[in-house]
């Protein structure tokens, strides 16, 4: 009798284990199944091309796919706005820009407050922007494009990734410093942006480096000045804006992070922290962002958050230099 009750009380707490195992398996350990990223620009773009590198390194290390999602509108409103409203569990990921900023900052249908609705998780990379110019424009340097632009004021023209963007207010300091007058004209992304300036439809976009670079190379456009502080080695003919403008200390750089709503338990912050500065450590990884001219960032949470706020603050202050008002 004392045999079969013990029995009984063994299967008793085999159930209750498997219960219980049943009940942890069910939960899971972050990720236990696909991450949605979405990004604020279409396919192809240079900021799509970085979130697809970063997001095939992050489905090898997780285990789980990592898929971009393209969710291109209103200076990347429509993406922050996805994002920001998404559940806070670390499966909805926002690949940003600073349209992330800009977005809020210049668009009065902005739902959003960047330092308020989301938690960073990591600053990525950052790519420095070049001038380019459509070939059969007359200006083959900066110096005897400003001097066309000033001989035909407000008849020359510019293309960008949309209103608000981060090369349309780069472009926009500059034709305030430069005391240029040229027309914008605004796209949904850089793909289709660099389609027209290509094919002639417009003079000349400001855009990243490793979209603009195999265009350069095959000679449809021509690099008039890079963004970065020191020339880059991808383009070493070509001057910095500071150079071929006079315009000290000046620097150009798209930057890439990624954030989460707020709310994402600071388990899953640390564990996509760790695996995204893991791949700016690995050398193969590190070559591919090389190649494209992106320039390795990384850091902790907290150090992305500070220079959100600090970004935030330069953002705004441009933006009224620049005259570019919220629509």
């Not at 900052?105 to 070049?130: E, M, N, Q």
């Not at 960008?160 to 034709?175: K, Q």
């Not at 989460?260 to 564990?271: D, L, W």
């Amino acid at each position: 009798m004392i045999c079969k009750l013990g029995r009984i009380a063994a299967s008793i707490i085999g159930v209750v284990s498997m219960l219980g195992t049943g009940a942890v398996g069910a939960q899971g350990a972050y990720p236990d199944k696909p991450i949605r990223m979405l990004v604020a620009f279409p396919a192809g773009g240079p900021t799509d091309v970085n979130a697809r590198l970063f997001a095939q390194y992050m489905t090898e290390k997780l285990g789980q796919p990592v898929i971009v999602d393209n969710r291109p509108g209103a200076g990347g409103n429509v993406a922050s706005t996805m994002v920001a409203s998404a559940p806070k569990d670390g499966y909805t990921l926002l690949y940003n820009t600073s349209s992330f900023l800009l977005g809020a900052l210049a668009y009065k249908s902005a739902t959003h407050t960047p330092l308020k609705d989301f938690v960073p998780i990591v600053r990525t990379v950052g790519v420095p922007l070049v001038v380019a110019m459509y070939p059969k424009v007359p200006a083959k340097s900066m110096q005897e494009f400003v001097a066309l632009a000033r001989a035909k004021p407000g008849k020359m023209n510019y293309a960008s990734s949309g209103a608000g963007t981060i090369d349309h207010l780069a472009f926009a300091m500059l034709e305030s410093r430069l005391g240029i007058d040229l027309t914008h004209v605004p796209y949904k992304g850089t793909a289709p942006a660099l389609a027209d300036l290509v094919g002639g439809q417009t003079e000349t976009f400001m855009t990243t480096l490793n979209t603009v670079l195999p265009f350069v190379q095959s000679k449809q456009l021509t690099a008039l000045a890079v963004g970065s502080k020191a020339r880059s080695p991808l383009l070493p003919g070509v001057p910095t804006v500071a150079e071929a403008t006079g315009i000290p200390n000046i620097e150009l750089t798209a930057w890439n992070g990624i954030v989460a709503p707020v709310g994402t338990s600071a388990e899953v912050v640390s564990r996509l922290n760790a695996v995204v500065n893991d791949a700016l450590k690995d050398a193969v990884f590190l070559k591919k962002l090389e190649a494209s001219g992106a320039e390795p960032y990384g850091g902790t949470p907290e150090a992305y958050e500070k220079f959100l706020a600090t970004e935030q603050v330069s953002l705004a202050a441009s933006l009224k230099e620049a005259g570019i008002e919220k629509q």
